[in-house]
């Protein structure tokens, strides 16, 4: 969106929980962080592959393609 930005947290302490007590959002929490790798290990892996291979863009098409998507030629 157009509001994005960063934030800045500066910690003076952390304290240690203890979450083994509740284990569906430990679960919940290993779900994600688990989705989030490999969403990762893709992105590296492409980035890898683009690097050793190496990639050309069709400028004008991409250009083409991206106001088709965002309907900006009023079709």
């Not at 688990?34 to 893709?42: F, I, R």
């Amino acid at each position: 969106g157009k509001n994005r930005g960063w934030y800045v947290v500066y910690l003076t302490e952390v304290v240690k929980g203890d979450a083994s007590g509740n284990a569906e959002m430990l679960a919940a929490r290993k779900q994600e962080l688990s989705g989030l790798l490999q969403t990762e290990y893709g992105a590296q892996l492409i980035a890898a592959a683009a690097k050793t291979v190496g990639v050309e863009k069709n400028e004008d098409g991409i250009a083409e393609l991206r106001t088709r998507l965002t309907n900006r030629d009023g079709n």
